[in-house]
């Protein structure tokens, strides 16, 4: 396992981590759909957030050490969307 494979696996704790605290937040957009929705809505982030994740980890392990930095500023992109939901700005 490269310095790669660990970052990306690093940052994809923090992008689950991100992940729960906006679902947990209740933000005012999710409370009004329907529980199937909201259940279903969470398990399809879920799903999407692994398959990212899943990817960026097999390429870097393939030797592919460059998606460490795209997953990074996708890392980014989630952190700064989470922190808008959770600051009430969105």
């Known amino acids: 396992m490269g310095l790669a494979t660990a970052i990306i696996f690093v940052l994809g704790v923090a992008n689950f981590a991100l992940n729960a605290a906006v679902f947990a937040r209740g933000h005012p957009m999710l409370a ?3 529980q199937a929705s909201q259940t279903m ?3 399809a982030a879920l799903v999407s957030e692994f398959a990212v994740l899943f990817f960026a980890l ?4 393939k030797g ?5 930095w ?6 980014l992109v989630n952190a700064g969307a989470a ?3 959770l600051n009430g700005r969105l």
Request: glycine share 12%; net charge positive; hydrophobic share 45%.
């Open 32 to 34: 009004r759909l329907p």
């Open 41 to 43: 809505g969470r398990r």
């Open 58 to 61: 097999l390429l870097s392990v």
């Open 64 to 68: 592919w050490p460059g998606y460490a």
């Open 70 to 75: 795209a997953y990074g500023v996708y890392t």
């Open 83 to 85: 922190w808008l939901i």
